[in-house]
């Protein structure tokens, strides 16, 4: 094993990352996993003790989760309804100790097609703020995830923050996941919903599906189709054909892809329904 690095600083990580290949660690729950070794090799950079790197917070553009916030932390923190479907799906990552070190951005970074954390924050309009020696960057979650395993990010950067805009905090949320069983499960399935209703119509409408593909899908055109239309009988308006067209699910030892389009439909009626149903009139 080569050099264990802890900076206490922002710009002493990227300094360090300026000058050579490091393994990041934060979290730490998939780090020894995705390897064959007993070791890591290299040098590692520790950047859980970077002040505001552990932090959740708003200001006047929208929310900014840090990059070594925990689930346990986001399950914590005072967010809005819309954020609900981002708590929900924390609380499904693995056990509560898996919560209480694996990382927000580390879930991100890991980039399984199967990841929790990503059809809510895609359904949150998210931005993957990237740090670098040169400057920053900011990436939408949509295209920094660009295959199984593989994201936007080049040597020498790393991430900082998912920033939420504020014009996704109105409205409120859900998140449904399908495994084999109920704890500790790879997911087969998995939706993220969020509603926002006017007057007793659509304003807002955000849709995405994980496990349904190389990476989590948004519901593009299905949602075009559901916005403006009336709150009432919405979850009988989803058009099967609109997901099914949007998804590229493959067969493994957890399904087929044909049980994975009809359980994607499925389970977006039923967090529909659940909103739909919170949101009428009693």
């Not at 199984?148 to 859900?174: H, Y």
Request: proline share 6%.
């Amino acid at each position: 094993m080569g050099a264990y690095l802890q900076p206490d600083t922002l710009d002493e990580a990227l300094g360090i990352l300026a000058r050579e290949p490091v393994t990041i660690a934060a979290g730490c729950t998939d780090l020894f996993a995705a390897t064959e070794s007993q070791s890591l090799n290299g040098t590692v950079l520790d950047v859980t003790r970077i002040e505001g790197l552990r932090r959740i917070g708003k200001d006047a553009t929208g929310w900014r989760i840090g990059a070594a916030s925990t689930w346990s932390d986001v399950i914590a923190a005072d967010l809005p309804p819309a954020f609900d479907m981002l708590k929900q799906a924390a609380r499904e990552v693995g056990s509560v100790q898996i919560q209480n070190a694996g990382t927000v951005a580390g879930n991100i970074c890991n980039a399984s097609p199967a990841a929790d954390g990503v059809p809510p924050l895609l359904s949150l309009d998210a931005q993957v703020e990237i740090g670098a020696k040169g400057g920053p960057r900011e990436v939408p979650l949509a295209e920094f995830l660009t295959a199984p395993r593989a994201t936007v990010l080049t040597p020498g950067e790393m991430v900082t923050a998912i920033r939420i805009p504020d014009t996704s905090g109105k409205g409120e949320s859900r998140f449904s996941k399908l495994g084999a069983r109920k704890y500790l499960v790879i997911s087969i399935v998995m939706v993220a919903a969020r509603l926002h209703v006017q007057d007793g119509f659509v304003r807002d409408i955000a849709l995405s599906v994980g496990a349904c593909g190389p990476v989590a899908t948004r519901l593009a055109a299905l949602e075009e189709a559901l916005r403006g239309t009336p709150l009432a009988g919405l979850p009988d308006r989803l058009q099967p054909e609109l997901i099914a067209s949007a998804l590229t699910p493959i067969t493994d030892m957890r399904a087929s892809d044909k049980y994975r389009r009809e359980a994607a439909v499925h389970l977006l009626r039923r967090v529909l329904d659940d909103l739909t149903l919170m949101r009428s009139p009693a």
